[in-house]
C-alpha cells in the first residue's frame, strides 16, 4: 500500500487536535485481524494498522478529549477514524492521504492522486482551518 502523507500539515492537525502519531511496536489484542482497527489493551485507545506480515504500526494515539462534549471522546474517535480507513483500505480507496475540504469544512481525507481533491473524510474539524498549508 503507497501512501503519500503531508507530514508537516498531518503533523500540525495532529497537534491541533491533541492527537499524537507515532511508529512503535504495539501489542494488539487481536493478532489474527489485517487492516484498521482500534485497540486500547494499552489505556489508550490507538488507530493500529497490521499488514499481510502481521506487523502491527500504530498511526494514531488519541489523547485529546477536546470534543468529549460532543460525542466523540477518544475511544469513539479511535473506533470511527478506524473504521473508515479500513473501508477505504477495502475497498482500494486508500492511496494518498491529504488535507482538504468538505462540505465547507477542513478535513484530513483520502484522494486518489498526488495533490488530488478529497474523496473519502478520514476526519475533520474546524482546528484545521487555522493552520497555514
Do not use: H
Amino acid at each position: 500500500m503507497k501512501l503519500l502523507f503531508l507530514t508537516s500539515v498531518v503533523t500540525a492537525g495532529a497537534i491541533a487536535l491533541g492527537i499524537t502519531t507515532f511508529s512503535q511496536s504495539s501489542q494488539a489484542q487481536n493478532t489474527a485481524a489485517r487492516g484498521f482497527y482500534c485497540d486500547t489493551s494499552s489505556g489508550v485507545p490507538v488507530t493500529i494498522y497490521q499488514n499481510a506480515q502481521g506487523t502491527q504500526e500504530p498511526w494514531i494515539r488519541w489523547v485529546s478529549n477536546n470534543f468529549a462534549s460532543s460525542g466523540y471522546n477518544p475511544q469513539t474517535r479511535c473506533q470511527e477514524v478506524s473504521g473508515r480507513l479500513e473501508t477505504y483500505r477495502r475497498n482500494k480507496q486508500l492511496k494518498y492521504i491529504t488535507v482538504g475540504m468538505m462540505n465547507g469544512q477542513n478535513v484530513v481525507c483520502t484522494a486518489s492522486q498526488v495533490n488530488g481533491r478529497c474523496e473519502g473524510l478520514i476526519f475533520g474539524s474546524s482546528v484545521l482551518s487555522v493552520l497555514k498549508y
